[in-house]
């Protein structure tokens, strides 16, 4: 008995304060688990955004670049006929199928009025590979006698994920492989050279479907359908681009309830979708739209501005 009566253990008090200053304990550190991972996982995102538009505008600018290619040395000092087609296409607020040739037969179901860019461009080499030197989007060859075509356009992939595409034109059949994913808009502006004389110097910068309507309001000359065909050509609003923007919005993979996002995305800016964003559809994406149910997500805009180049025979 006078052994038992020197043996303390803890009294329910002394348990039940223990047991709270535990699990005190264990919920600060649980909230700073939480916390740092969240931080951790926004920097991986936003990082893994940027790298993917640095790379998006790389391979969109190499292309546009190579718009300009002609081999002259094969063509003589005359270069290009005047019925060669314009390096530069496009198509507004539409996508288009990945078998089809170039942007013929488009498709309205877009993913937020995203465009379409098309650069079409002149190989290099004797057939059936060239000599390397100018290569479509894919990394595929393009020889001398056939026109190589990169083609930019949005998507959705099987998973129903929005992403930047580029077709291209293979050895037997068109193809399209994706450039970047978690892609929310795609537009383009193009622009022109007005002068007359052409002093290779944008004048205005338009979209697609306003080139287009200048284009309609050509005076065209020609006794048969060709010889109006190649009126056109040599005559099109498309050979007078001497620069192309592009705007790019990704987003991350996660939602975020930390990010602050903004009311709605400009992709050319405020004065331009004041401007024209009834028109040209896509320029403006309010984020209440973008981030539906899921909630808000990173999300970067990413702009670049092109010297064209374009080939003008």
């Known amino acids: 008995m006078s052994a038992r009566r020197h043996q303390h253990g803890m009294s329910l008090a002394e348990l039940l304060v223990a047991m709270s200053l535990g699990l005190g304990v264990l919920l600060a550190g649980s909230t700073l688990l939480v916390g740092s991972n969240a931080s951790y996982v926004g920097h991986a995102d936003a990082a893994a ?8 505008l790389e391979v969109i600018g190499r292309a546009v670049r190579q718009g300009a290619f002609a081999d002259w040395e094969r063509l003589g000092a005359a270069g290009p006929a005047p019925a060669t087609p314009a390096a530069l296409l496009g198509l507004d607020s539409q996508t288009i199928n990945k078998t089809s040739f170039g942007i013929d037969s488009p498709l309205p179901a877009s993913v937020n ?6 650069v079409r461009y002149s190989g290099a080499g004797a057939g059936p590979d060239g000599d390397g030197s100018v290569l ?4 595929f060859p393009v020889h001398e006698l056939e026109d190589g075509w990169s083609i930019f356009y949005v998507a959705r992939n099987g998973d129903g994920q929005s992403e930047l595409r580029c077709k291209y034109r293979g050895t037997t059949s068109w193809g399209a492989d ?7 808009g795609f ?3 193009y622009g022109i050279d007005t002068d007359t004389p052409r002093d290779g110097v944008a004048n205005r ?4 479907s306003a080139l287009n309507a200048l284009d309609a309001a050509l005076s065209l000359s020609g ?12 005559k099109t609003w498309w050979k007078r681009i001497t620069s192309v923007r592009v705007a790019l919005l990704l987003h991350g993979e996660r939602p975020s309830t930390s990010v602050m996002a903004a009311a709605s995305h400009e992709l050319f ?31 970067r805009l990413f702009t670049a501005v092109y010297a064209a180049g374009t080939v003008v025979p």
Do not use: W
Not at 49 to 56: E, L, N, T
Not at 136 to 139: D, E, H, I, Q
Not at 223 to 234: C, M, V, W
């Open 187 to 189: 537009q383009v502006l």
């Open 205 to 208: 910068y338009l979209n697609a």
């Open 178 to 184: 994706a450039v970047v994913a978690g892609v929310d």
């Open 49 to 56: 955004i940027d790298d993917s538009g640095r790379y998006a």
């Open 223 to 234: 006794a048969t359908p060709a010889e109006l065909e190649a009126d056109r050509h040599a």
């Open 136 to 139: 479509n989007c894919a990394g």
């Open 113 to 118: 009025h995203s465009d379409v860019l098309a």
């Open 269 to 299: 800016g405020q004065d331009y979708s004041d401007a024209h964003g009834s028109t040209d559809l896509g320029v403006s994406l309010p984020e209440t739209a973008l981030s539906g149910r899921e909630g808000p997500r990173i999300r």
